[in-house]
């Protein structure tokens, strides 16, 4: 039993950690993303002094503080090295998959079954379309609702509940 739920709780523990990473994300300033850019390619960011611009506190000290707080024996050199295991990015793709793999894998563990008859009625293209449209919404909605952080959260949630059924269904089918 412990097992299961260490399991399950894992699996969850990751699933909050990317919906975090996404909402990070939205924290990230274009005053930060113009910084990155000037660096990479100059020409293309209108000139402005960056000179002492830094965080207040480094990233790394943090995530120091966050893990000492939650009682983590933890300092930055640990960040360090988790950071550089981590240092290849996952596309959005690898992290859909992953966190549909997660979300079925979860549904087995509490006996929630998914019934196969309703998966063969819906058709591969049917699915596709769907998610066609579901991704023209949301990005409808992103662009033009004035309430950004309540309607991602809502977009994630529908994505999180609704749509992982229907990406592990296409996953399915590619294997």
Same mark, same amino acid.
């Given at each position: 039993?412990?097992?299961q739920?260490i399991s399950?709780?894992k ?16 924290s ?13 390619w ?5 000139e402005?002094?960056?000179e $002492? /611009?830094?965080?207040?506190?480094p &990233? !790394?000290e943090? *995530?120091v503080?966050l ?7 933890i300092d ?10 981590h240092?290849?990015e ?9 966190q ?9 563990e509490? $006996? /929630?079954?998914?019934?196969?008859? &309703? !998966?063969?009625? *819906?058709?591969?293209n049917e699915?596709?379309e ?19 952080v309540?309607?991602?959260?809502l ?9 992982t059924?229907?990406?592990s269904i ?6």
């Amino acid at each position: 039993m412990d097992q299961q739920v260490i399991s399950i709780f894992k699996k969850l523990y990751t699933k909050h950690l990317f919906r975090r990473c996404f909402e990070a994300w939205l924290s990230v300033t274009a005053r930060t993303l113009t910084s990155a850019w000037k660096k990479l390619w100059p020409e293309s960011v209108a000139e402005r002094t960056f000179e $002492g /611009f830094k965080p207040k506190v480094p &990233v !790394e000290e943090e *995530i120091v503080s966050l893990g000492k707080s939650m009682g983590l024996v933890i300092d930055e050199r640990d960040v360090n090295e988790l950071l550089e295991e981590h240092s290849q990015e996952l596309t959005t793709e690898e992290i859909q998959e992953l966190q549909s793999q997660q979300h079925s894998e979860v549904l087995q563990e509490i $006996g /929630f079954e998914e019934e196969p008859e &309703v !998966e063969d009625t *819906i058709s591969t293209n049917e699915i596709k379309e769907i998610m066609g449209m579901w991704e023209r919404v949301s990005q409808f909605v992103e662009k033009k609702h004035p309430e950004k952080v309540a309607t991602g959260r809502l977009s994630e949630l529908f994505n999180d509940t609704c749509l992982t059924h229907f990406r592990s269904i296409l996953q399915g089918r590619k294997k």
